[in-house]
């Protein structure tokens, strides 16, 4: 006898199999507006007043660089490093790799590096121009640049953002993108404890930034193995389901695979997103103590350009989650 249910399962992921095949671009929304916006609670008094006044603008703008990944020409290789071909036997020679972007250039040639991605080289750039930001006291820069930074410097610590097989696409595994930086948040937010330490003076950006991204690409045994392993548990028939989002169908990972996985990475997607907020923090802090420590005014007429900031902030109020 014909089974059906079969039938309706194999239809199903044929249709909507190209809905797991999403791509390197994001922490997800979700990620990248928690880390922005907790990171403003990490900051010193002489800051907070200020950042605390545009918690919204920098809430909602830390996804403008993958909204325009794909209009813009270079923004997408501003959000990944493709670590393997830098350093093919990582972590051997790993500090070889030429951390002033002139040199790299040297030894890469720009194509290749706009090929395989400049995410911690960017973050240096971003942090000496949100450093001018501050000394021009510009302050629709600081809040652009501000919201900007948070975005690489949160992708610089997603292990699969430092990667060629950045989708499991090498290792059949594909999915596994969204899976790490978006379903397990979007399913575990409420388990996570995402208070962090204060924001500290970071003295040498490019080391920092750096070491973060070797730590992402130290983390991707496990995320590789753990879901081969959830695999093999769980089963394919029941490692997706069926959800509806409002008027669509989608095809996702079921909860029981979403549990073994989370479960298995055993809090390292939180301590990502912790590392992430503080990291934030600090740049945004180091910049403003290396522009000299200029004193913020709050009620700033932003310039009229930036209407944009203006509507945000004055269909927001201001929330204290401290
Ligand atoms: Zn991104």
């Known amino acids: 006898m014909v089974n059906w249910s079969n039938y309706k399962t194999v239809f199903l992921i044929i249709i909507l199999a190209p809905l797991l095949s999403l791509n390197k671009e994001r922490w997800g929304f979700t990620g990248h507006k928690q880390i922005n916006r907790i990171a403003v609670f990490t900051l010193p008094n ?46 051997d020679n790993f500090d070889s790799i030429p951390k002033k972007w002139k040199d790299a250039v040297s030894k890469y040639s720009e194509d290749s590096l706009y090929s395989y991605g400049i995410v911690p080289w960017h973050v240096s750039l971003m942090k000496f121009k949100l450093q001018k930001a501050f000394e021009a006291k510009d302050y629709d820069q600081i809040l652009k640049i501000s919201s900007d930074i948070g975005h690489y410097i949160a992708d610089a610590h997603v292990p699969l953002h430092t990667t060629k097989n950045y989708n499991g696409q090498l290792s059949n595994q594909k999915g596994i993108h969204s899976l790490w930086e978006s379903r397990l948040v979007e399913t575990h937010l409420s388990d996570m404890k995402l208070l962090t330490g204060k924001a500290f003076y970071i003295d040498d950006i490019s080391a920092f930034i750096w070491k973060a991204v070797y730590s992402s690409h130290l983390a991707l045994d496990s995320v590789f193995n753990f879901e081969k392993e959830c695999s093999k548990n769980i089963g394919e028939t029941n490692k997706y389901t069926i959800e509806e989002r409002g008027r669509s169908t989608i095809k996702t990972y ?63 109020k201001i929330r204290n989650c401290d």
């Open 254 to 316: 079921s909860k029981s695979f979403t549990n073994c996985y989370y479960e298995k990475l055993d809090g390292m997607v939180e301590r990502r997103l912790k590392a992430s907020i503080v990291a934030v923090g600090s740049i945004w802090y180091s910049a403003w103590v290396d522009a000299g420590q200029p004193k913020l005014d709050a009620n700033i007429k932003l310039k009229k350009q930036n209407e944009e900031v203006q509507r945000i902030i004055s269909t927001h």
């Open 46 to 91: 002489e800051l907070i007043v200020f950042y605390k006044t545009y918690i919204d603008y920098i809430t909602d703008h830390s996804v403008d660089p993958d909204k325009r990944r794909h209009s813009v020409q270079f923004e997408a290789p501003k959000h990944y490093i493709d670590l393997e071909f830098y350093c093919p036997n990582f972590p």
